[in-house]
């Protein structure tokens, strides 16, 4: 039964971070739709963008 109640969690567990995570890119994608396309902002938050999808990615695998 324990075994049981752990995997759970862990499932919960990774499926709120999947969604803390969805929840930042989506405000990067704001921000940058909302920012004047400033160079150096603007390449930040697209590595900003890619590193979470990049951490989203792993944690659907």
Same mark, same amino acid.
């Not at 862990?10 to 160079?39: F, M, P, T, W, Y």
């Given at each position: 039964? /324990?075994? =049981?109640?752990?995997?759970? !969690?862990?499932?919960? !567990?990774? +499926?709120? =971070?999947?969604?803390? %995570? ?9 921000? %940058? *739709? ?5 160079? $150096?902002? /603007?390449?930040?938050?697209? !590595?900003?963008? =890619? *590193?979470? *999808?990049? !951490? #989203?990615? #792993? #944690? $659907? +695998?």
């Amino acid at each position: 039964m /324990y075994i =049981k109640d752990s995997v759970i !969690e862990a499932q919960i !567990e990774k +499926d709120l =971070k999947k969604e803390h %995570i969805k929840g930042r890119i989506q405000e990067v994608v704001s921000q %940058i *739709r909302l920012r004047n396309r400033c160079r $150096s902002r /603007y390449s930040g938050m697209r !590595e900003r963008l =890619k *590193r979470l *999808r990049g !951490e #989203l990615k #792993l #944690l $659907s +695998d």
